[in-house]
């Protein structure tokens, strides 16, 4: 996924259950984790997604269940968010220079509207049984780099519910999932970042009570052209990278696989039709706006989330 990944179990002494093997375990989760990439990484050359998008045939194409999954929840973000949400996005984060195949040239504007041709999420159909995909124009290919690191950690928080474990936090590229305790027997304790590049700092820290927190933002992944910003976040209706003053979104949620791409549905959105969206879908959501050199919030997370004092030591 083109990204770290970080899991925290406390030896917390349990009587019931042993903790697992160590050495063991990371083994089993790098397998389920490289399994997951086999079938969702566009950087791999024969993942299921990548033999998908070079595929022009109308024919129905295999997938797992678990794959049908995924492509089906981002679907249903897609109908919910009208289309700010798109997985069928990836020819224009291509173009934008954010994706696999990276691109030097400015786009132009007939390019952009040569390639929205072939974008829309309702040009990707799927099917229950068996487990299939097709597309509806040949040029369609898709990318679920919204939506696959949330999954990837619902599926290790699953893993380690299975081995009895009921202590732990998974996170891969900034999308975490917690359960129970940390080691000082407290509710975990994970921070939202000042959405600034050049230093790390803390915005907000969060007490996280058996949920999942993914945020997406603007401050990372970006080029800067003339004094103005293009994130990797495109905008499907511009098909250009989003410009708002909505600088991150955070979003909490019982599945991390939802957060991850409600982030991303959101910061496409905006400041203001985020806001109604996050609503509306009843989502519980961190928002921080970039205005000149200034930041500000809005928030709907209840107070019992909120730590006052910078839960962390760096
Ligand atoms: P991050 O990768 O920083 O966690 P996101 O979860 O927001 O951020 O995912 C951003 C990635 O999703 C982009 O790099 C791109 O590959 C893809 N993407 C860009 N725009 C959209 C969109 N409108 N809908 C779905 N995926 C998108
Ligand atoms: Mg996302």
């Keep these: 996924m083109g990204t770290q990944y970080h899991i925290s179990i406390p030896l ?22 490289q399994a997951i990439n086999q079938e969702m990484s566009t950087y791999i050359a024969d993942s299921t997604i990548s033999r998908f998008n070079q595929s022009h045939s109308p024919a129905w194409f295999p ?18 968010s009208q289309g700010a949400f798109d997985i069928t996005v990836m020819p224009l984060v291509n173009l934008w220079g954010f994706g ?15 390639l929205r041709n072939n974008i829309g999420y309702q040009l990707l159909e799927t099917q229950q049984y068996p487990p299939a995909i097709r597309k509806k124009n040949p040029k369609l290919m898709i990318d679920l780099s919204a939506i696959a690191k949330g999954y990837a950690v619902d599926a290790v928080a699953d893993l380690l519910r299975q081995k009895s474990l009921k202590n732990f936090l998974v996170e891969i590229g900034g999308e975490i999932r917690t359960q129970g305790k940390n080691k000082n027997k407290t509710l975990w304790k994970v921070a939202i970042e000042k959405p600034t590049t050049l230093q790390r700092s803390v915005q907000q820290g969060l007490l996280l009570d058996n949920i999942a927190v993914a945020t997406s933002g603007d401050y990372r992944n970006y080029y800067e052209k003339a004094g103005k910003r293009y994130s990797h976040t495109i905008n499907p209706k511009t098909g250009k990278p989003i410009t708002h003053k909505l600088a991150s979104v955070t979003v909490l949620h ?18 203001q039709k985020g806001k109604e969206y ?15 050199g200034k930041f500000s919030v809005w928030h709907n997370l209840s107070t019992k989330r909120l730590l006052l004092h910078r839960p962390l030591h760096h």
């Excluded at 997938?63 to 919910?80: G, N, P, R, T, W």
């Excluded at 696999?100 to 040569?114: C, G, H």
């Design 12 to 33: 917390i002494s349990s009587s019931t259950h042993p903790q697992p093997n160590q050495k063991h375990l990371k083994k089993e989760i790098d397998g389920l984790l």
């Design 63 to 80: 997938v797992s269940k678990e794959f049908l999954y995924v492509i089906q929840s981002a679907q249903k973000i897609s109908l919910d």
């Design 100 to 114: 696999t195949s990276s691109n030097n040239k400015f786009p132009t504007q007939a390019e952009i509207n040569d």
């Design 254 to 271: 019982q599945s991390t696989m939802i957060a991850d791409a409600q982030a991303t549905a959101i910061m496409v959105l905006g400041e």
């Design 278 to 292: 996050a609503q509306k879908q009843g989502l519980e959501v961190y928002m921080i706006f970039r205005e000149g």
